[in-house]
Every structure is written in C-alpha cells, then in structure tokens.
C-alpha cells in the first residue's frame, strides 16, 4: 500500500537557522497538507496545496513559512528563520479525494 | 471557526471490554468526521471516518455513531485488545474546497491485558 515519506525524520536547528521539510505524498494525490503537532498536543492545521498554489492557511502559517512542489513528487514546507516555539512535529498528509486525508512519519523539529 | 472539544482524555479499560470515545463540534457545516489513531511516536493512521449524511459506520470492532441535531460524534471500540492502545484523535472539516479537518485534543487509551 503506497504511503506518504517525509525526510529527514529528525532535524535539529539552531534559532534563526533556515529548515527545509521534504514530503513525498502518495503518487496519484492532488491534494497536500502540512500540519504540526507540538509534543502532548492535538495536531495542528498549517497549509493546503491544490493546483501549485496555496489553498488554504491557518494563522500560525505567517511569512516566516512557505511551501513548494519543486518537482512532479515533492512537497516542501521551509521555515524561514526558526524559532524555539516552532520546535514540533511537522507531519504532511495527501489526499486523491478532497477530505480522506493520509499522513507520513512525520519530522521531528527540535530548535535550540 | 470550528472548535471541536473531545472526551475524555484518558481512558483506561479492561482487555475485553469496551472503550467509548466522544466528540462535539461546534459549526452546522461540518460534513466529515475522521477518526485517527495515533501510537507513541508514530504517524496519525486513519481508522474510520462518516460523512453528514450517514448517522452510523461500522468496521469490524469499531463503529462510529453520528448525531448532527447535537452535533455530536462518537468513536465505539468492542472486545479491546492491548494494541488497540494509542491516542485517538476525532475531527471535524467543512467541505469548502479542501477539507481542513479541526482535531480534538485526543483520548489516551490504555487496554490493560
């Protein structure tokens, strides 16, 4: 069964440093998500991806982050200058049909 | 928005027996409701989910049960084994566009053998 990857799986910055999170979605999805989940706490909605363009953002995607289909398989998610409090789980899901949505491992970001 | 409030937020049961999970929404709009369940360290991992136009969902040893006159949905796990021990997590999503799920805080549930 073909499932969403997400490199690395553990990533450890210094404040103020560039992140760059790399997904794989499933093969035949169109739709592409990027959610955070900060240890203990319910997983957060961060950005959708439809048709190369930006779909729908929550309030914590400020202009600190900003995501790209580089190619015809990736999906990025870049932190643009890291903070302590965006130390999280960063998790991206794909979906074929617009609500059953399927997660990778997720990365873990640690910020010190 | 969508605020989805879930309980409780620990549930520890017996093997055997069985495990109730419930959540409330609160936008009228809301049309999906996925359930995921979400072991130590690992990804999210959809179990179930019901669309607004169906009350009830069954598969194998879980159902989901939807009331949308309360707003509310619940989660039912029947003869609980000790891997069935996870974080559940419920969500709510409107379908304009994407369906941007708001998720509860999440149930622990421990299955003691």
């Known amino acids: 069964e073909p499932e969403v990857t997400q490199t690395p799986s553990h990533q450890v910055t210094q404040m103020g440093q560039e992140v760059i999170l790399r997904c794989v979605p499933i093969?035949?999805?169109?739709?592409f998500y990027w959610y955070r989940q900060i240890l203990g706490q319910k997983v957060e909605f961060l950005v959708s991806f439809y048709n190369n363009e930006i779909s729908e953002k929550s309030e914590i995607f400020d202009d600190q982050f900003s995501v790209e289909r580089p190619d015809g398989s990736n999906f990025t998610l870049k932190i643009r200058s890291t903070k302590l409090e965006d130390s999280a789980m960063y998790f991206c899901?794909?979906?074929?049909?617009?609500?059953?949505?399927?997660f990778g491992p997720g990365t873990r970001l640690t910020v010190l | 928005g969508e605020n989805v409030e879930q309980h409780p937020s620990t549930l520890s049961v017996q093997e055997g027996d069985s495990a109730v999970i419930k959540c409330t929404y609160s936008d009228s709009a809301s049309n999906y409701f996925p359930w995921y369940k979400q072991e130590l360290g690992k990804r999210p991992q959809l179990i179930i989910d019901i669309r607004s136009n169906v009350g009830e969902k069954k598969d194998q040893r879980i159902a989901v049960t939807l009331n949308k006159t309360a707003k509310h949905f619940s989660l039912h796990i029947t003869e609980t084994q000790p891997e069935d021990s996870a974080v559940y997590f419920c969500a709510a999503s409107i379908g304009r566009g994407s369906y941007i799920p708001t998720f509860g805080r999440g149930t622990s549930l421990i299955v003691h053998p």
């Open positions: 899901a794909s979906s074929g049909t617009r609500d059953t949505q399927y």
């Open positions: 093969s035949n999805h169109l739709y």
